[in-house]
C-alpha cells in the first residue's frame, strides 16, 4: 500500500495516536475511545497491520495492538506523531 | 510579619503510606520472610511460597510486607532474577479475584482491558505474561478476608493449583495472605486449605514501650529537632496502646497533634495538641476506605453525612438520602445513579461497616431501609469527603 492511502484515513490516524498515547490497547477500548465501531476498528486495525506498523499480542481471547517495535515503518510514524505533538504544544 | 514556624520537616513521613527503612520490633518477623522466600533467590522457578500474615490492625501487617518486597526485590534484581513485589488490598477491591488479577496484570500492561473474559482466563493471561518475560510475581492479598468472604474456596484454589498444574513450567506465582486472624480461613474446605501451606507469621500487638519507640523513630524523621518531647510521645503511645496497640493511630495520632500545634503556631507538639487531636480523629483505616471507594460511593456518603450534619436524628430513610444525593450529584455535575445502584452502594458501606442499615417493618407502609451512621462524627465525615471530593 502507497504511504497516501494508508494515512488518508482519519480514523486511521486516531488510532495510531491513540496508540502512541496509551501505548496498547484491544479492539473494543480503541472503538470506544473514538466511539466508532468494533468492525471498523478491526477493518483499520487490520490495515495498519497488515502494513507491520502495528503488531497485536494473544492473551486468550484478548488481543493487544500496540506499535510493531521491529518495523522502520513504525518507528517513522511514531517520530512524526511525536513532533507533531510537541510543535503544537509550543 | 509574622513567619510561620511548622514543627514538622517532612510530614510524608507519617503518611498511611509510607514504608520506613526500619521495622521497630518486626525485624524477627521481616527476617522470616526473607527466609520463607530466600530459594527465589537461587532457583525461583522451582516453587512458589505461600505466607499467611495474621495480626490485629495497626500491628504492622502491611508494613512489614511492603518492606519485604522492597527488599526482596532490590536482592533478586542482585541475582539477575525478575521479581515484581505487588500489593494488593482485597477490600479495595471489593474481594474480587477477578480485579485483584487484573490488578496484578496491569503492572505489566497498564491498558489490560477490563470486560470480556473470565478470572480463569486473567490467570492464564498473568502467566504467560511471566512467563514471556521470565518474571515471577510476589502477590500480597491484603485484608484477604474479603476475598474469602466473596469468591470461597474457589479463588485460592484457582491462585494455587491452576499454576502447579502447568507442567514442566515454572511457578511464578508466590502468595502473601494477610489477614487480621484465621478464622477465615477455617471456613475454605480441606484441600484447599492445605494449598496454603500454612506458614504462619503472627504479629503480636505492640507493648507500650514499642510503641513509644516507633512513635520516637517517625518523630526523627518526620519533625524538627526538639519539636515533641517525651511526654507528648508518652502520652500517645499510652492512647495507641489502649486502641488495641495500634501504631497506625499512633501515627496518625502524631501527625494531628502536629497539624494542631502548627495550626496554633506553638512551635512544638505539647500533650494538649495530642489531647485536641484524639478528640477529632477518624481512625485511619476508615480514611483508608474512604480513599478507595468510587466517585458516586463518595456522592452518597456525602449525602448521608449532609443529612446527619446539624440534626439530632439517629436515623434516615434511603429515599431521604437518594433526595439529598440528587442535590450533591447537581453540585459536582454528575449524573445522579439509579435507586438499584445507590442500594448497592448502600450495601457496600454497611459492609465496611461506614453506614449500618436496618429494615423496618413498625410502618403502615410496609418495609423500609432506615440508615445509620454508628461511628464517624457526619461533620467529620463530610469534611474528609469533600477534601477526598477535590482530589
Redesign the interface.
Known amino acids: 500500500m502507497q504511504i497516501e492511502e494508508v494515512f488518508c484515513s482519519k480514523i486511521r490516524m486516531k488510532i495510531l495516536k491513540l496508540i502512541e498515547r496509551?501505548?496498547?490497547?484491544?479492539v473494543?477500548?480503541i472503538a470506544r475511545r473514538l466511539s466508532i465501531n468494533y468492525e471498523t476498528t478491526s477493518r483499520h486495525l487490520k490495515i495498519l497491520e497488515e502494513e507491520s506498523i502495528i503488531q497485536h499480542k494473544v492473551?486468550?481471547?484478548?488481543r493487544?495492538y500496540r506499535f510493531n517495535e521491529r518495523s522502520p515503518k513504525a518507528k517513522a510514524v511514531q517520530n512524526l506523531i511525536g513532533t507533531w505533538e510537541q510543535a503544537n504544544k509550543q | 510579619m509574622k513567619t510561620y514556624r511548622s514543627v514538622f520537616r517532612d510530614e510524608a513521613k507519617l503518611d498511611i503510606n509510607y514504608v520506613p527503612h526500619r521495622l521497630p520490633h518486626r525485624e524477627g518477623e521481616h527476617r522470616l520472610l526473607m527466609e520463607f522466600f530466600s530459594f527465589m533467590l537461587r532457583f525461583p522457578e522451582k516453587m512458589a511460597q505461600r505466607v499467611i500474615i495474621t495480626g490485629d490492625v495497626g500491628t504492622g501487617k502491611t508494613v512489614l510486607c511492603q518492606r519485604f518486597g522492597a527488599d526482596m526485590t532490590r536482592e533478586a534484581s542482585k541475582t539477575g532474577t525478575n521479581l515484581r513485589y505487588v500489593h494488593v488490598n482485597c477490600r479495595e477491591y471489593r474481594g474480587s479475584l477477578f480485579l485483584v488479577l487484573h490488578h496484578t496484570v496491569t503492572v505489566f500492561h497498564p491498558t489490560f482491558p477490563k470486560r470480556g473474559y473470565s478470572a480463569e482466563e486473567l490467570l492464564s493471561a498473568l502467566l504467560q505474561i511471566l512467563d514471556e518475560e521470565n518474571a515471577y510475581v510476589i502477590l500480597t492479598l491484603d485484608e484477604f478476608e474479603s476475598l474469602i468472604e466473596r469468591e470461597g474456596s474457589e479463588a485460592v484454589y484457582k491462585l494455587t493449583r491452576l499454576q502447579e498444574a502447568r507442567s514442566n513450567k515454572p511457578q511464578r506465582l508466590s502468595l502473601i495472605c494477610v489477614m487480621r486472624n484465621l478464622r477465615a480461613i477455617e471456613r475454605l474446605d480441606a484441600s484447599t486449605r492445605s494449598t496454603l501451606q500454612l506458614n504462619i507469621i503472627n504479629l503480636e500487638k505492640y507493648s507500650k514501650e514499642q510503641l513509644t519507640d516507633i512513635l520516637n523513630d517517625r518523630v526523627s524523621i518526620a519533625f524538627k529537632p526538639l519539636a515533641v518531647s517525651e511526654e507528648t510521645v508518652s502520652l500517645i503511645a499510652e492512647l495507641a496502646f489502649s486502641e488495641n496497640g495500634n501504631a497506625r493511630f499512633a501515627i496518625e495520632l502524631l501527625w494531628r497533634a502536629g497539624k494542631y500545634a502548627d495550626t496554633e503556631d506553638l512551635g512544638a507538639v505539647t500533650p494538649e495538641c495530642v489531647r485536641e487531636a484524639v478528640s477529632g480523629i477518624i481512625p485511619t483505616v476508615r480514611k483508608g476506605e474512604l480513599a478507595s471507594l468510587k466517585l458516586h460511593e463518595k456522592l452518597f456518603l456525602l449525602a448521608v453525612a449532609r443529612i446527619f450534619k446539624g440534626s439530632q436524628r439517629a436515623f434516615a430513610t434511603l429515599a431521604e438520602i437518594e433526595e439529598v444525593y440528587a442535590v450533591v450529584c447537581e453540585e459536582f455535575d454528575e449524573r445522579a445513579h439509579s435507586h438499584t445502584q445507590l442500594w448497592k452502594y448502600l450495601q457496600l458501606l454497611s459492609a465496611i461497616g461506614i453506614l449500618k442499615t436496618e429494615v423496618s417493618t413498625g410502618g403502615t407502609r410496609g418495609r423500609s431501609t432506615l440508615v445509620y451512621l454508628p461511628r464517624i462524627p457526619a461533620h467529620e465525615l463530610e469534611k474528609e469527603l469533600s477534601v477526598s471530593l477535590k482530589k
Request: proline share 0%.
Open positions: 496509551l501505548g496498547e490497547l484491544n473494543s477500548e492473551f486468550g481471547r484478548i493487544l
